[in-house]
């Protein structure tokens, strides 16, 4: 018998009960009917509503209505209950007619010795639901970016403490989409280093939800391979505020509530020249990163809501290099390498942001979303820095009678380097969007249309002299080693289509959610039109509720931007010159992802273990290298490749009221590059992450944070080489950051109120960071050093060293 069939015996069999039931009083019954939401105000659905005493009941749908019918009496008790929530009782008394019943269900907790333990959400499909709270008072060079959160998540790896950009099982920062507010965001393209880029476009302060996943994502997300980041900036329900200071910047933010219209404003300021001047490159560090952002929403009725999103981002970087000092190798072969510069660098990176979304909900069931953005990024790149270096045996100064010794001068030389780079780049995107309930079944859909205009201008070269002679040698003519001359002005359009449905069943094997789609796309700069069909199931066993099961298998793409259809080829002079390749294919992914969840209690506390195995088919691959954050495309599809690995996450609460969490990785990722075999420039074998945060027993208003990162160096390879014709593994990148904050001001707790001017404030704190406790020397790319015989040196460009921060936060 089919679950339809089961589901109309269900009904008919519950019609006959009813009847029956209400048999002796024919004329007298009470229809009980009304709404069940979260302690969010967000629908519940399958909570599950019975008159006590008797047969009768019904479940919610997936608005959270309900309804059923009762014979009347003087008083009827009607009972709510739901699976992590706490049992609802309402007694109605003397019921006549129609009644309305609306109930907001309470988290279930219980009381263990005095600790509260709060159940831990299940994961059932492939998007997860992180919560930042706890992550505002970590110890963090970004300040509580999001961004950074995510690195120490489980299959996400970062190696760079000054960017926000990470990796996801194996892909590169391009393959991540990120959305707020349902707004696909972008980030600069011309970003090569931590120092240039400056704070995250997701604002923390202003973060109400946060939604991620790794792979397997649903059909309404777009074309990118790898992540999915999906923010959702709150709307304030009164007036509340934030301010925080610290020695690298500050922020503030303020949010106000009517009836009708909320408003949040946020601003931010960034100065990190202090911790920048702890790099070996020794000079006048000037960054001034300045962000604004807005979420405003008017509510004209219950059905209409219009929401605006805007920000405005202006970074500056000016750097004036002095000298750097550099000791690398190993104890048995040691080198110094010098440089004593002149010039200076100047980037500006500027972004726009706007975006209109007009919201009508016709029904309960029913809601559809009229999307306008625009997008639009400003970006100059402008060097011009000569160098004289020398590279030296360590312990020696390149005099003779060190040379006899121990090796002395190993290469000597100068260099000058020259960049006037400049992008624009503008985004405009109009969309419609909806979802539809029908019974079990919600089905999303939407349409996008997106128009890009992107303006480029790059000249770059570098003119290197070693012990007298230019290079490459050339008895006849003067040449640079490295130049690039890029002109382009393109306009291209791209149109996409999803549409998927979300089922969900309880039945006596247990919850069972669905969800399976399509999306499809087309773009008109190659003529290329996609089909991404996904599916993923979740399941959670009615007579093993601890555990829930997932899987998870799609095709997924990455559709090119600017910089993957970017080919070099050289001219007749022997220059760099940059072509589009009108011919180049979306990367294409077939994942299959497998996971498990399993809760339990430990130490009266509640935790959650969670597995999940991945297998990525590659194909279309477009091969690339990495140098720092430049990453430098083929700008062909001539290799595929695989990623597989397996992620472990423990989360839960070590401490009483606070969420840490330990996250474990491996993963081989490989390529066939011109018939070699190699690994991925992003092929980290394995990464171990640590968030713990700590109260001090006697001492409750200190909280300990710390956060560890120690994962396997990246394959790299020589500037405008290949990793078929050789490569080698940087450093580990290992790194602790430790923070201590003390409560001036604790939250007051529920029912405590103060007096006098303290009763505006919420809650403040002051604290201490110890960035990079252990003091290591983590590498971020190299420099190389080429002598007059083609000899290369490797030479680190060392991280961020030990720091220390001072910082202030308040909430009012």
């Not at 403490?161 to 393209?189: A, F, K």
């Not at 401490?655 to 011109?674: A, C, H, I, R």
């Amino acid at each position: 018998m089919s679950i339809n069939k089961h589901i109309r015996f269900i009904i008919i069999l519950c019609a006959l009960i009813a009847g029956i039931a209400a048999a002796p009083k024919v004329a007298a019954a009470v229809k009980i009917h009304g709404m069940v939401t979260d302690e969010n105000n967000e629908p519940l659905e399958f909570v599950s509503i019975r008159i006590a005493g008797t047969v009768l009941g019904c479940t919610s749908g997936l608005d959270g209505a309900f309804s059923l019918s009762a014979a009347e009496a003087d008083t009827i008790r009607v009972i709510f209950t739901c699976i992590g929530y706490e049992e609802a009782h309402r007694k109605l008394i003397e019921p006549k007619g129609d009644v309305t019943v609306n109930v907001k269900m309470t988290p279930a907790s219980y009381t263990l010795k005095g600790v509260e333990v709060t159940e831990i959400q299940k994961q059932t499909g492939a998007i997860q639901k992180i919560d930042g709270s706890d992550y505002k008072l970590a110890p963090d060079v970004s300040g509580g970016s999001v961004e950074s959160l995510l690195a120490t998540m489980a299959g996400v790896s970062s190696n760079n403490e000054m960017s926000s950009q990470y990796n996801v099982r194996g892909g590169t920062y391009d393959e991540n989409s990120v959305y707020i507010n349902g707004i696909e965001v972008y980030r600069p393209q011309l970003v090569s280093s931590g120092q240039q880029e400056g704070m995250s476009i997701i604002n923390p302060d202003m973060v109400g939800s946060i939604a991620f996943s790794t792979g397997g994502f649903p059909a309404e997300y777009g074309d990118k391979m790898s992540s999915v980041l999906d923010i959702t900036y709150r709307e304030p329900e009164a007036f509340e505020g934030a301010v925080s200071a610290s020695l690298m910047g500050g922020s503030i933010t303020i949010g106000s509530a009517s009836k009708r219209f909320s408003q949040l404003h946020g601003a931010r300021f960034k100065s990190n020249s202090s911790l920048l001047g702890s790099m070996d490159e020794k000079g006048e560090y000037d960054p001034k990163f300045f962000d604004y952002q807005t979420n405003m929403t008017f509510r004209a009725s219950s059905k209409f809501k219009i929401n605006f999103l805007g920000n405005i981002a202006i970074n500056n970087y000016k750097f004036v290099p002095h000298n750097r000092s550099t000791n690398f190798g190993t104890s048995t072969d040691a080198k110094k390498f010098t440089v004593y510069f002149d010039g200076q660098e100047k980037d500006r990176f500027e972004t726009y942001v706007g975006a209109l979304t007009l919201s009508y909900a016709p029904n309960k069931a029913n809601n559809f979303d009229l999307l306008v953005s625009g997008f639009l990024t400003n970006e100059l790149v402008a060097y011009d820095i000569s160098g004289e270096y020398w590279l030296d045996q360590a312990g020696t100064n390149g005099s003779d009678d060190d040379a006899e010794a121990i090796g002395g001068e190993l290469g000597v030389g100068k260099y000058l380097e020259h960049s006037r780079n400049r992008l624009r780049a503008s985004v405009f995107s109009v969309g419609l969007r909806g979802t539809t309930g029908i019974r079990r079944h919600n089905i999303s859909y939407g349409l996008t249309y997106n128009h890009e205009d992107i303006f480029d201008r790059a000249r770059e070269w570098e003119l290197r002299d070693s012990a007298g002679y230019s290079l490459p040698v050339d008895p006849a003519a003067l040449k640079m080693i490295y130049n690039l001359d890029s002109h382009h002005d393109i306009a291209s359009n791209r149109i996409a289509f999803y549409v998927q449905d979300t089922y969900k069943l309880q039945t006596s094997a247990g919850y069972l959610n669905i969800n399976g789609g399509v999306r499809l796309s087309y773009w008109d700069f190659n003529k290329e039109f996609l089909v991404s069909p996904r599916l993923s199931l979740g399941f959670v066993p009615e007579k093993a509720q601890r555990w829930a099961f997932r899987f998870a298998t799609g095709l997924y793409y990455q559709s090119p931007f600017y910089k993957e259809y970017r080919m070099q080829s050289i001219d007749a002079d022997g220059n760099n010159i940059i072509s589009l390749n009108h011919d180049i294919k979306s990367q294409r992914s077939f994942q299959i992802i497998g996971g498990a969840d399993f809760t339990f209690r430990a130490f009266s506390r509640p935790f959650k273990f969670t597995a999940e195995a991945y297998y990525k088919l590659l194909g279309n691959l477009i091969p690339y290298e990495v140098d720092n954050l430049k990453i430098v495309y083929s700008g062909v599809n001539s290799s595929k490749g695989y990623t597989a690995g397996l992620d472990f996450k423990l989360f839960g609460q070590f401490v009483p009221g606070s969420d840490s969490w330990v996250s474990f990785s491996l993963m081989k990722t490989q390529e066939d590059l011109n018939g070699v075999k190699v690994p991925r420039p992003t092929d980290q074998r394995y990464s171990f992450a640590l968030f713990f945060t700590d109260y001090f027993p006697k001492f409750p208003k200190l909280k300990f944070s710390l956060r560890g990162i120690f994962s396997d160096g990246l394959p790299t390879t020589a500037p405008r080489g290949s990793r078929d014709k050789g490569y080698f593994r940087a450093p580990a990148y290992k790194r602790v950051d430790i923070g201590m904050a003390y409560a001036l001001l604790s939250p007051p707790k529920e029912g405590q109120t103060r007096s006098g001017f303290l009763r505006h404030i919420k809650s403040a704190w002051i604290g201490v960071d110890v960035f990079n406790l252990l003091d290591i020397a983590n590498v971020s790319s190299y420099y190389w050093i080429t002598d007059v015989n083609e000899m290369q040196y490797a030479v680190p460009n060392y991280l961020t060293r030990r720091q220390f921060n001072v910082r202030l936060s308040v909430e009012f």
